[in-house]
């Protein structure tokens, strides 16, 4: 199965598509233990067959998942983030259900042709260029902000993150393999894989078949392909290419598609349970993928708002709404934290809340309705009784594991105000008081960069929360 979530869209997020990669014949091991565990079978969507079904794990209790990561050219907007939230998602779920997972997310550091048309030039190129730049030394910085951000979204860190530029030996033998079973062949300009020989391509993942009207539309037909929409495996280099590399074939560089079928084969195997990229990614990018390898905070919380199928429109007013709504949460849980000095108890695997908890996350990972199960325990924590409040506590923070919100440490970190701290709100509110509103804002910047404090003024007086001191690196997130 697959899961795909990757976007180079600027605002529009990217749904999410599954897609089996199994035979049909293939029984899988370890239903019974899900079924034993009091937990329901985790159910997602199908790309290929275009139907919600039962996820069915190679091996039982373990899970291989690879994602398509960045191309490190330039800084990953909201859009691009969402679908590493997803993913993120996605683990923390079937972690939760007690299987074992392991992640591999790649770095494209060379290979993603500008329009992905694999006449164009390199994106990494271009930006190399553009910023007068090594491409490597380019990659390792928008490589070292990328996981900033990630961290930032508290999404957690894969096992294995490998460089396409690390891999290029195995790009090389996978082009070889291919070569020898008839599915490729050497052109002028490159190496390409032979859509003829790989049957119902173009409509695995894709509704519609290619046609050559559509690839003549697109961008002058090369004549070196036997098909207008047979895809580079590997590219002649030009006098001009910054990232070239010896091959059989001569000097050059690999196509896009071909990186993440060589790395995920190196550290999953020739299959595996879990790929995802972005919906705009279901055709060309995963289906020739599926070719060539067959013949992977307040922001954080907004995106789990939307069903991970559906677009992601991020608009200010959007992120204002799901701030506001983290911020209600972590009051409420405050409190309840403070009137039970911490304790939790852990209700009945039965409980209403907690079932609906799990059932929304095991019907194709459903965080609308999870988040609409973790409000009803929101409810429950702020009621008088300590000890629904201790239940409730337990179901929230047991929740987060799958949300990735911070909500215990948020709630432990939520004490008093050091003297100074607490001097520097009453001198700020004064200042408000008096009109001086230069002064105020002035103490606002100082109570965050200092203390860690941020103060928000509300109709109900000034409040404060304990957060992270501001990073000085410029982060986007």
């Excluded at 300009?189 to 003829?196: A, E, P, S």
């Excluded at 894709?206 to 559509?214: H, L, Q, T, V």
């Excluded at 599926?290 to 069903?307: H, V």
């Amino acid at each position: 199965m697959t899961v795909w979530a990757r976007s180079e869209r600027a605002k529009r997020s990217p749904r999410s598509r599954w897609h089996s990669r199994r035979s049909s014949a293939h029984v899988a091991p370890g239903r019974n233990e899900i079924q034993r565990s009091g937990l329901p079978q985790i159910r997602m969507y199908d790309s290929a067959s275009r139907t919600i079904r039962p996820f069915e794990p190679l091996r039982p209790r373990r899970v291989g998942m690879y994602n398509c990561g960045p191309t490190v050219y330039d800084w990953q907007h909201i859009g691009n983030l969402y679908s590493y939230i997803v993913a993120d998602v996605v683990r923390r779920t079937f972690e939760y259900f007690g299987f074992e997972v392991k992640q591999v997310m790649n770095i494209t550091d060379v290979g993603h042709t500008v329009d992905d048309v694999d006449e164009a030039e390199d994106k990494m190129e271009i930006a190399a260029k553009r910023e007068r730049k090594d491409p490597l030394d380019l990659a390792a910085t928008y490589t070292k902000q990328f996981i900033v951000d990630r961290h930032k979204l508290n999404i957690l860190d894969p096992e294995v993150m490998p460089k396409a530029t690390d891999h290029i030996p195995q790009m090389i033998e996978l082009i070889q393999r291919l070569l020898e079973k008839g599915n490729a062949y050497v052109a002028a300009d490159g190496v390409y894989f032979d859509i003829t020989t790989f049957p119902g391509y173009g409509t695995r993942l894709n509704a519609e078949p290619p046609d050559e009207r559509k690839a003549g539309a697109r961008v002058e037909v090369n004549a070196n392909k036997r098909h207008p929409f047979d895809f580079a495996l590997w590219r002649a280099a030009k006098p001009n290419d910054l990232q070239q590399w010896d091959s059989p074939w001569g000097r050059g560089n690999p196509g896009w598609h071909i990186e993440c079928s060589a790395m995920s084969m190196k550290y999953l195997g020739e299959t595996f349970d879990i790929h995802s990229g972005g919906e705009d990614h279901l055709f060309p990018h995963h289906e020739c993928e599926i070719a060539q390898s067959e013949a992977a905070t307040g922001k954080r919380l907004l995106a789990l708002g939307s069903g991970y199928r559906k677009p992601l429109d991020f608009t200010r007013a959007g992120m204002d709404a799901a701030q506001s709504r983290l911020e209600r949460w972590r009051r409420t849980i405050a409190a309840a934290y403070t009137a039970t000095g911490g304790k939790t108890t852990e209700p009945e695997p039965d409980f209403g809340v907690r079932a609906g908890f799990t059932s929304a996350l095991a019907e194709d990972f459903n965080t609308p309705k999870a988040l609409a199960a973790a409000e009803m325990a929101l409810e429950l924590a702020g009621t008088d009784d300590v000890a629904t409040r201790e239940r409730a506590l337990w179901l929230l923070f047991d929740m987060d594991r799958v949300f990735g919100l911070s909500l215990q440490e948020s709630a432990a970190t939520k004490e008093e105000l050091t003297e100074e701290a607490r001097r520097l709100v009453h001198e700020r509110e004064d200042a408000r008081r008096a009109g001086d509103y230069a002064k105020s804002d002035r103490l606002r910047v100082e109570l965050l960069e200092r203390h860690g404090i941020q103060v928000k003024d509300t109709k109900d007086g000034t409040r404060w929360e304990r957060v992270a001191p501001r990073e000085r690196d410029h982060g986007r997130v």
